[in-house]
């Protein structure tokens, strides 16, 4: 698999004859964000005679708007004034942390301890699911720009996630037999070599550790890079390792990212998905919602049904987090909503197990259910799909109409009702009558 990052990705940028306003636009903002695309996102995916407007490419490559106007100009000034590399980092590093590098409390709440000491590369917030940073999985074959973990990939050993030692994850899951999901997550799982991967998911394997009975693997590959499961040298291996999965009695969920029907119309992807289900594995699809991409229900409804058609199951449409490139990517979560419920309109039944708009806040899972006007106040309906708290699951509560709101964060209680996270003397009496 042949890459490009930094130097390489401008030179190809140059190469499929972007201009040099666009490549100074390039070097600026990939000097703080991180960008990297292989050889079958650039050959197969991004339609260069469509490009900046390709999907794909407005996907994977960088644009001056995914800065905040005031960072972008103080690092070009850098830039173009041939700043030393040392004044650079020190203004790169400073500008990623004004990005919000871990939202949704990730490293203050989610980070569970072991014998008195932080397991760094778990993460466990809700009482099912234990996710699990290999840190030989801590890249992908390429990036999205909205992703909302671009901190594992922009080389600060104080921003990154990762756990070294599979026997710290089963101890862990040996105190804690309440945990049925274990989530491999990243970066991207299966960048890793099939023989490492194994490493870490045989011993989930074993007797001793029976209440695991869902493998998880959160992946972009079957977009990037489909050879992973077809004709790269230990394809059948990783298959193969599925197989056994399945008949040592446990689920496997291949988590896929699909952002966009276009990343379904290769020969290679559609390959890859049927062997895929061959081994018994379960691929389930889903991605936020973002402008410049995907910001239209004809994408999705489209999408949907092609996944159908291809035996994946359609499972959320996400809202893009508060982080990194969000005033880029951001939709507004009334927008947000017109676009799924536009989708869902253009589907079947089966497509419609997509759930969505759903926001991942630190509460917990948020879903935006609808627009209601009551007693003559127009309101968001929410309620909480999955929580923090267990006890929160399934609550709906309400927050005040506005067009303008793009996260969690930017809502406010209607109705005397309740937000999950916030404070209140009379959060006990509100969650009560939420229910």
């Not at 960072?71 to 990623?96: N, Y």
């Not at 569970?112 to 466990?124: C, E, I, T, V």
């Not at 759903?358 to 879903?367: D, F, H």
């Not at 005040?400 to 964060?409: L, R, T, V």
Request: proline share 6%.
């Amino acid at each position: 698999m042949k890459t490009y990052s930094h130097r390489r990705l401008a030179d190809l940028a140059r190469d499929r004859g972007m201009p040099d306003d666009y490549l100074r636009d390039l070097r600026v903002v990939s000097s703080v964000l991180p960008f990297k695309v292989n050889e079958y996102v650039a050959d197969e995916l991004i339609d260069w005679s469509a490009a900046p407007d390709d999907p794909i490419f407005r996907l994977t490559f960088p644009h001056r708007d995914m800065l905040p106007p005031e960072i972008f100009d103080g690092i070009a000034a850098l830039h173009d004034s041939d700043a030393s590399r040392e004044v650079l980092s020190k203004a790169t590093a400073d500008a990623q942390e004004l990005l919000n590098p871990h939202p949704g409390d990730q490293l203050e709440a989610n980070v569970p301890m072991l014998d008195g000491r932080r397991l760094d590369g778990l993460q466990h917030k809700y009482a099912e699911t234990v996710l699990v940073f290999p840190s030989q999985g801590q890249t992908c074959h390429s990036y999205c720009g909205y992703c909302f973990r671009w901190a594992q990939f922009v080389g600060v050993a104080e921003l990154r996630q990762a756990l070294r030692d599979p026997a710290d994850l089963v101890r862990y899951l040996g105190a804690h037999p309440d945990v049925t999901d274990v989530l491999f997550t990243g970066g991207d799982p299966m960048i890793m070599k099939s023989s490492v991967l194994e490493r870490w998911v045989e011993p989930l394997l074993d007797p001793a550790v029976e209440s695991v009975r869902t493998l998880r693997f959160g992946t972009k590959v079957l977009s990037y890079w489909p050879a992973r499961f077809t004709t790269d040298s230990d394809a059948d291996d990783l298959l193969r390792l599925f197989e056994r999965c399945v008949a040592a009695g446990r689920h496997v969920a291949v988590m896929a990212h699909f952002s966009h029907p276009n990343e379904l119309r290769t020969s290679a992807v559609r390959e890859a998905i049927a062997r895929v289900r061959s081994t018994g594995a379960v691929i389930r699809a889903q991605a936020p919602v973002v402008a410049h991409v995907n910001d239209n229900a004809e994408a999705w409804s489209q999408m949907w049904q092609q996944l159908v058609e291809l035996g994946v199951v359609p499972y959320y449409m996400f809202v893009e987090r508060d982080t990194g490139a969000r005033s880029y990517f951001g939709v507004p979560l009334a927008k947000a909503l017109d676009i799924y419920t536009g989708a869902i309109r253009g589907v079947s039944g089966l497509a419609r197990s997509a759930r969505g708009p759903v926001m991942s806040a630190a509460p917990g899972k948020v879903l935006l259910d609808g627009v209601s006007t009551i007693a003559g106040e127009r309101v968001f309906s929410l309620r909480m799909l999955q929580a923090r708290d267990p006890q929160q699951v399934g609550c709906q509560f309400f927050a005040a109409y506005d067009p303008k709101a793009e996260w969690f964060d930017d809502l406010r209680p209607a109705l005397g009702s309740w937000l999950p996270g916030r404070s209140s003397a009379t959060s006990e009496l509100r969650l009560a009558g939420a229910r």
